[in-house]
């Protein structure tokens, strides 16, 4: 029972992401460009994202004093700033894009469709780690760790692999009711970037680095200190605030060329026939050669 609730929770983050990109691509019929656009943002940002957290700013806690696990101010510093480069790196990424790759995407339908994309694959992402920690976790569950652990970590990796498997099924889906949370904020913050776009106002930029970073800084907080469970709950909120601004930027597409064309016209107009000219006319005139 313990591992098919591990399997359902794996299963739900990897076919969450394809599920909503199936019910939005036919709902706003957007088709799935903007989707893997926004697939391939998410991945782009995590080629500079990932080193900048581990060159810059793992020094930069050493340096100050702040190993982990962190506790009190040096918690808030270090959510802070973790929030804060996640913020920078994952919602520029996508004005990057949206000013020069995906020129044509400035209705909400397609924003919501470029967000899905981009919270979908960091889902999968998760859903994959799962898996393989599951996989690993169930070849070590009666395995003498002694020839495949360093004896100094030999304690700890033990430790590990029993409260892995003590976890009870509330604390293992989760996982998945926290993808489907990150979902609802990586669309809204899509719509919210596209809106800088279209508007040419840096302070709708501004407004999705901070609530990019305010959400994972309170994960990162809540976590730390009070655990899993009030931390989801405090990230559902999150979520409803979330969809709250999504909903509140909606307006309506313009009308495809199909539907423009069939609009009925106010009357029908003749074509213009030139008059045919008389013989003295053509004699006279001056452009002939």
């Not at 969809?243 to 309506?252: E, K, V």
Request: net charge neutral; glycine share 8%; aromatic share 10%.
């Amino acid at each position: 029972m313990d591992i098919l609730f591990r399997c359902l929770n794996a299963a739900l983050m990897l076919t969450m992401p394809l599920a909503l990109g199936v019910f939005l691509a036919r709902r706003l019929k957007t088709g799935w460009r903007p989707y893997l656009i926004g697939v391939g943002t998410f991945l782009g940002s995590q080629i500079l994202h990932i080193p900048f957290n581990s060159w810059v700013l793992s020094p930069a806690f050493e340096r100050l004093g702040l190993s982990q696990p962190w506790e009190g101010a040096g918690l808030i510093v270090a959510a802070c700033a973790l929030g804060l480069s996640a913020g920078v790196f994952e919602e520029g990424a996508r004005y990057i894009v949206l000013r020069r790759w995906l020129r044509d995407a400035r209705t909400w339908s397609q924003g919501v469709m470029f967000g899905a994309g981009h919270g979908g694959v960091e889902s999968a992402a998760v859903g994959v780690i799962t898996l393989i920690a599951l996989f690993q976790a169930i070849a070590y569950r009666d395995a003498d760790l002694s020839g495949h652990v360093p004896p100094e970590q030999l304690s700890a990796a033990r430790a590990q692999l029993a409260a892995y498997w003590a976890a009870p099924p509330s604390l293992i889906v989760l996982g998945s009711v926290e993808r489907a949370i990150s979902l609802c904020v990586q669309v809204s913050l899509a719509v919210v970037v596209v809106r800088a776009v279209t508007r040419g106002n840096p302070a709708w930029l501004a407004l999705a680095i901070g609530w990019h970073a305010f959400t994972d800084a309170l994960a990162l907080f809540v976590a730390t200190r009070y655990g899993p469970y009030l931390t989801e709950g405090l990230l559902a909120v999150v979520a409803f605030i979330s969809l709250a601004i999504l909903f509140t930027l909606r307006t309506p597409d313009p009308p495809e060329p199909a539907e423009r064309a069939s609009q009925p016209q106010a009357e029908a107009i003749e074509p213009f026939m030139p008059a045919t000219p008389r013989n003295d006319q053509v004699e006279d005139s001056r452009f002939l050669g």
